[in-house]
């Protein structure tokens, strides 16, 4: 016997030996080819691994080979799959594939078998998960249609003096310009200043017809045509917030004279802003299903600053968009924690001496490429010269 064969495994099927000389098989991938009238190559459509049938002929010999017959006939007419222990498949559960044959010898004291089996899978059946960054994205628009609903409501300029419908105006105008001037940075990827001019006399003309006059401001400041573009999605949501939540948008103070009229000014002046402020904010919980969540701190910061912009509008708010503004604020919150749960810590490093960010990065990472995250992530000025001075890093 050579060495090889002494180290191949002994031949079973659920427990019960038998020998083995060779086997055969066929293995290889599933393909559907389609083919297109005039093109003279098809295409091979790839549907997985093909199953793999095993094919051999086993015995059992010694003077008690009727009683090992007789037990391995007992293990293949067994219900259900079983392990099959083979010399070169190695242990593989295995269904019967086709009944075996059998042949007694009394002469040669052998019983032959004819055997096929063919690997068995499991039974298994879909089942529904939650998409929690999808979660996130219905939140967003539910929240936008709330905002919208409560403008439309409360936004009205028919039948009250012309200064009503000035202020509306001004209000208007200030805040798209708000947004696209600039104020907040790190907006310039959504090309609000090339756009806030069409949208503004859309709106304008929508005056009297507050639900539509909504909508524009949803389409206007919207980021979902921007879901493909591979934005720096952490950092946009968190320039959103800080959009939301700059003081133009605050709530204004009451007014001193408080004729109807000028009450209505005063709702008007409400609506407009909270209608800014909520779809801004629809905008970054938008904005932040498409997170990488790579780095824990930073998606944890932007969860816990996204939940406390939430938490904050939500004192102002409606019932109707309260409970949007909460509903997202839960979407968020477990969107982030989950996705962000496995990702990168930051740590400190702090360098001996003045070092290029290159031989820094392959210090700590064994890749130079990385150089430009550490310079990026800290604010290093010039790359050859990093300072000692401690270092925010990501740990892998």
Known sequence: ???????????????????????????????????????????????GRATRPMRFE????????????????DALEAPGPGALVHPWFGTVTVSIENPAGYTFDNALGKATFQLSFIE????????????TPAQSRLAASALEVAAADDFAQTFMVDGFPDFV???????????????ASGTVPGLGALDYANTA???????????????????????????????????????????????????????????????????????????????????????????SS????????DTVLLRDSLAGALDAESLHASD????????????????????GRDGARLTTRTPLDTTPALVLAYDIYENADRESEICTRNAVRHPGFVPPAPLKVLTR
């Not at 109707?320 to 996705?339: F, I, M, P």
């Open 1 to 47: 016997m050579s060495e090889l064969s002494k180290a191949l495994r002994p031949a079973s099927f659920r427990g019960v030996p038998f020998e083995v000389l060779e086997a055969s098989g066929t293995a290889g991938r599933r393909t559907e080819t389609h083919e297109y009238a005039k093109r003279d190559k098809p295409f091979v459509e790839d549907n």
């Open 58 to 73: 086993g015995f059992v010999v010694g003077r008690d080979y009727v009683a090992k017959a007789k037990a391995l006939l």
């Open 120 to 131: 068995s899978g499991e039974l298994t059946f879909p089942s529904a998960v939650s998409s």
């Open 165 to 179: 419908e000035e202020g509306a105006t001004t209000g208007l105008t200030q805040a798209f310009g708000r947004v």
């Open 197 to 287: 001019s069409s949208y503004l006399q859309t709106g304008l003309a929508l005056l009297r017809s507050p639900a539509a006059l909504a909508q524009t401001v949803v389409a206007f400041l919207g980021v979902s045509g921007y879901a493909t573009s591979g934005l720096q999605w952490g950092a946009l949501a968190q320039s959103l917030i800080r959009l939301a939540q700059h003081a133009s948008f605050a709530v204004p103070a009451a007014p001193v004279v408080y004729t109807p009229a000028r009450q209505q000014a005063y709702q008007n002046t409400l609506a407009t802003n909270a209608l800014m402020r909520q779809v801004l904010l629809a905008q970054a919980v938008g904005a």
């Open 290 to 297: 498409l997170v990488g969540a790579t780095v824990y701190d």
């Open 320 to 339: 109707n968009s309260y409970e949007a503004l909460q509903s997202a604020r839960g979407k968020v919150w477990r969107d982030l924690t989950e996705r």
